[in-house]
């Protein structure tokens, strides 16, 4: 039993218990804040590789000495295997998404700690529930667990736009609580028709009773179970039909809340869609739904955000654009393109939250978003007009940067996979984004500053320049030496690619 795995969901839970009863205390809440935050990316790094058993027993066929005694009825069928707790498992993968998490959730809080002027508790706890909630969604193996903290997830997510202030906000809250209300049940009743056929709701032990024929895979109940699942699928990760009420959330919540709001996007995007691809990958459409959506977000974000004004909104389209990358790799099954979409998932949490940050400074200096009504303001932030023009570069797949390496990957695979088609249309994607991006640039920094234009905030603080600083850093990382990355994911990608039909 390592510790250190159920700790990794623990430890952000209580550091949100502590900052919402430490509310208006504003010096303590940002030191509480500040070294709990830390705890989050290095938390992965220092736990072992393993399994944990919340119930405290593995399945019987490890343990000898429960299973003495016992009938056949019981150990010499598949009960003997199957898991009774709920499990979290720790491996490759895992360590890696959860410390670019951590690593993206630690610089989130710790802007927004020194961009706001009365550190709020209550934001505090909805950003670090919403950590733990997306941690867990990792971990677990166990999908009605799952489904408890894709839950806390969503009402943290409408918790961050709620308590930032940004006019709108409440509306779209509201829109995005009424969709949920909608489609969580339906995800709810998907796992519910996966228990009722197969008798179980962890993950290792449906896929075995689907292997070993104890259940007809051919049954159109898990037909139905695998709809309604990839519809929450849908919703949770931003995809089409709900990429235009996901951006407006992005668009609602303030820089730093939407870096950590589309991190947790992406994750959730990967923890499901692996879970789906792991049960459903015998069923030969599966893949073609995966591929289908995905292209259609590539599509739709990145068209929509050539339309936008809003800083904000445009960066929530092209991330939701962005999605389709991750989806592309997942959905040609092959182990080259799992591995690539999951290294651009991994890429584009950092590129996003990158982007962001650094536009986030404009909005934390005039308090405006629309690029209409902004410019000039190269002259102002130097230094920050260059990050941001690097992370732009970055989300376009510019080298030497990570989204690079991780395109470049995607549209190998999808020619290995006999799809060059795929590969074109990326290519085209990738230019129309570094036009938007282009667009939005130039109006923000290079046009004449508006004689209206109000500078409310001259000095940017230091921890904003540091969080740019360091997510430029992972960014050349990731796209000098890939391998870093992709040696994490060879393994899971490997296996699921194994389960393909």
């Keep these: 039993m390592n510790l250190l795995i159920p700790l990794m969901v623990i430890v952000p839970i209580i550091c949100a218990l502590f900052l919402n009863l430490l509310h208006k205390k504003d010096r303590t809440i940002k030191a509480i804040a500040i070294i709990l935050a830390l705890t989050l990316p290095l938390l992965p790094i220092l736990a072992s590789y393993g399994i944990h058993y919340f119930g405290g027993y593995a399945p019987l066929a490890q343990n000898p000495t429960l299973s003495t005694g016992l009938p056949s009825l019981i150990t010499g069928t598949v009960l003997n295997t199957f898991h009774p707790a709920i499990t979290y498992a720790f491996q490759d993968a895992q360590k890696l998404f959860i410390f670019i998490l951590g690593l993206v959730a630690f610089l989130a809080i710790l802007v927004s700690l020194f961009e706001t002027k009365r550190p709020s508790g209550v934001y505090g706890f909805m950003m670090f529930m919403g950590v733990a909630s997306v941690i867990a969604l990792l971990l677990t193996d166990d999908i009605f667990n799952f489904y408890v903290f894709f839950e806390i997830m969503a009402l943290a997510t409408v918790g961050i736009v709620l308590v930032s202030g940004v006019k709108g906000n409440y509306e779209t809250a509201l829109k995005y609580m009424i969709l949920g209300s909608i489609t969580s049940p339906l995800l709810l009743l998907g796992i519910a028709l996966l228990l009722g056929v197969t008798g179980n709701v962890n993950i290792t032990d449906i896929i075995a009773s689907l292997k070993i024929g104890v259940v007809d895979p051919k049954n159109p109940v898990l037909l139905m179970a695998c709809g309604l699942i990839v519809f929450g699928w849908l919703y949770g990760s931003g995809l089409p039909p709900f990429h235009t009420i996901k951006s407006a959330i992005y668009s609602k919540a303030l820089p730093h809340g939407a870096a950590l709001l589309q991190a947790f996007s992406v994750f959730t995007l990967i923890a499901l869609g692996i879970i789906i691809l792991r049960i459903f990958s015998y069923l030969p459409f599966s893949q073609m739904i995966i591929l289908g ?101 970055a989300m376009a797949g510019v080298p030497p940067l990570n989204a690079f390496q991780s395109k470049l990957m995607l549209i190998q695979a999808s020619i290995q996979a006999g799809l060059p088609e795929l590969g074109v249309i990326m290519i085209l994607l990738s230019i129309v984004t570094f036009m938007t991006f282009m667009k939005a640039f130039h109006a923000v920094y290079m046009r004449p500053k508006p004689a209206d234009l109000e500078i409310k905030n001259e000095k940017i603080p230091r921890a904003t320049i540091l969080s740019l600083i360091v997510f430029l850093v992972v960014c050349l990382i990731f796209g000098l030496f890939p391998q870093l990355a992709t040696g994490f994911l060879q393994a899971i990608s490997s296996n699921l690619a194994g389960g393909m039909p």
């Design 293 to 393: 959506v995905s292209l259609l977000a590539m599509i739709l974000g990145i068209t929509m955000a050539l339309l936008q004004t809003d800083l904000k909104r445009m960066i929530g389209f092209l991330a939701v654009g962005e999605l389709g990358y991750i989806g592309i790799g997942l959905g040609l099954g092959t182990a080259y393109g799992i591995t690539a979409g999951l290294f651009q998932a991994i890429n584009e949490v950092v590129i996003t939250a990158f982007l962001f940050i650094g536009f986030g400074v404009i909005y934390y200096q005039t308090g405006e978003s629309d690029i209409r009504k902004l410019g000039g303001m190269m002259v102002k932030t130097p230094l920050v007009a260059l990050l941001v023009l690097l992370a732009g570069f």
